[in-house]
Antibody
Framework: QVQLQESGPGLVKPSETLSLTCTVS????????WSWIRQPPGKGLEWIGY???????SYNPSLESRVTMSVDTSKNRFSLNLTSATATDAAVYYC??????????WGQGTLVTVSS | DIVMTQSPDSLAVSLDERATINCKSS????????????LAWYQQKPGQSPKLLLY???TRESGVPDRFSGSGSGTDFTLTISSLQAEDVAIYYC?????????FGQGTKVEIK
């Protein structure tokens, strides 16, 4: 059973960097594509981007200037960094796995609040 | 970006009745070389993460009940729940994976009447 688990600070100060990690179980991260999606409270889903184990990535142009994703094959996990956080970045952040193009498996999500 | 627009925003259906959700894309998500529609449907129950229901517009994910079906091609798609059950109360999202950025519809909330 594929499992993904997000982790990271639940509170980030404005202008600081939001950093999250997704740990993957039961499948090697050296396959497939690994995505981040976010959902502001009470709102819809926004695709942030994806990365492959080779490091090739695609980011949402609306966030591209602030987003970096990386993969740690030794720990079977991948990460998201979002710089210069503002209140509009407050959301539940999900990590997900794609065997093809669609999002087959999702983590349970982690809520990030941006506040001083 | 491809804009995905769902209708209605919400609907209330009686148990065992049919629920129909529409999804329209601002441009075709049909890839002519393989005749596949690059569209997925997800279900998000209250307090849970989204779950993949259908991909390639009409292929059910393993374990998804056959009361869920998808249809359509090009720019117009439909998710049908043939006989609504209490456990189907959720928000349903369509998503295109034809191009990046991947984009989602705004969601349709399904409730019991």
């Amino acid at each position: 059973q594929v499992q993904l688990q997000e982790s990271g600070p639940g509170l980030v100060k404005p202008s600081e960097t939001l950093s999250l990690t997704c740990t993957v179980s039961s499948v090697s991260i050296t396959n497939y594509y690994w995505s981040w999606i976010r959902q502001p409270p009470g709102k819809g889903l926004e695709w942030i981007g994806y990365i492959s184990y080779t490091g090739g990535a695609s980011y949402n142009p609306s966030l591209e200037s602030r987003v970096t994703m990386s993969v740690d094959t030794s720990k079977n996990r991948f990460s998201l960094n979002l710089t210069s956080a503002t209140a509009t970045d407050a959301a539940v952040y999900y990590c997900a796995m794609s065997t093809g193009y669609y999002l087959d498996y999702w983590g349970q999500g982690t809520l990030v609040t941006v506040s001083s | 970006d491809i804009v995905m627009t769902q209708s209605p925003d919400s609907l209330a259906v009686s148990l065992d009745e049919r629920a129909t959700i529409n999804c329209k894309s601002s441009q075709s998500v049909l890839y002519s070389s393989n005749n596949k529609n690059y569209l997925a449907w997800y279900q998000q129950k209250p307090g849970q993460s989204p779950k993949l229901l259908l991909y390639w517009a009409s292929t059910r994910e393993s374990g998804v009940p056959d009361r869920f079906s998808g249809s359509g091609s090009g720019t117009d798609f439909t998710l049908t729940i043939s006989s609504l059950q209490a456990e189907d109360v959720a928000i349903y999202y369509c998503q295109q994976y034809y191009t990046t950025p991947r984009t989602f519809g705004q969601g349709t909330k399904v409730e019991i009447k």
